[in-house]
């Protein structure tokens, strides 16, 4: 990432990155198949394997500062992230119809959205800043198990269990507009005030 003044009272900033994460050891040990596996035991067994790749998110930012005044300054930042190789459940049949679940790289989401911040800047007792941001969060599973809960679902209902097919969904956590804020009065070597608050709307 880097910042370019492009004023005195401005500038312009950019951040680029690529973050991995490694898949918990349940999901990469949770009984791995070996040899000694029978059908018996291997019928409706969940299994990890060690070979998963990590999971791997590309985020993009790019966003302007800017000083308003002697008091107020303005950040717009939009940002997305580009989600892969997230874990999920693949159903699997051998050739003599024994039928189980792994865990795979198969999940992908994606993140799109802005966030716009105004800071109050201290002068006299009070700071403080609140900031917006719009997204959109969506993807093919919010849960590695999503396959797993769907037909424990169908089960309890007394259907038919259906594998479901892939789409791109609102993920759990999409929540469109968030704001935060927090407002500060102090007395610089004698005491301090703050208030924090959040407001978000509903998630799917």
């Known amino acids: 990432g880097f910042s370019y003044p492009i ?5 312009f900033h950019v951040s680029y990155g690529h973050f991995f994460q490694m898949p918990s050891f349940s999901k990469l040990f ?7 596996m029978t059908p018996l035991l291997l019928d409706g067994a969940r299994l ?20 308003v005044s002697n008091q107020f300054a303005l950040d717009l930042t939009l ?3 580009d989600i892969r190789n997230q874990l999920g459940l693949e ?13 795979v790289n198969r999940d992908y989401g994606n993140v799109k959205g802005f966030t716009l911040a105004l800071e109050k800047l201290r002068t006299g007792l ?11 969060a969506k993807g093919s599973a919010s849960d590695p198990n ?19 097919e892939r789409q791109i969904l609102p993920l759990n956590w999409d929540q469109r507009h968030t704001v935060n804020l ?23």
């Not at 060690?50 to 590309?58: A, D, Q, R, S």
């Not at 927090?182 to 799917?204: D, E, M, R, V």
């Open 7 to 11: 004023s005195d009272q401005g500038a």
């Open 30 to 36: 949770e009984r791995p198949v070996d040899e000694t």
């Open 48 to 67: 990890g394997d060690p070979n998963l790749e990590p999971e791997k998110t590309i985020a993009y930012e790019i966003g302007l500062q800017q000083q």
């Open 79 to 81: 940002f997305f992230k």
């Open 91 to 103: 159903a699997v049949k051998t050739v003599d119809a024994v039928g189980y679940t792994r865990y």
């Open 126 to 136: 009070l700071a403080g800043g609140i900031d917006y941001t719009f997204q959109y």
């Open 146 to 164: 999503y396959l797993d809960l769907i037909e424990i679902a169908t089960r309890l209902s007394g259907e038919s269990v259906q594998m479901p």
């Open 182 to 204: 927090n407002l500060s009065l102090a007395k610089p070597g004698n005491w301090t005030a703050s208030l924090i608050g959040k407001l978000g709307s509903g998630l799917p």
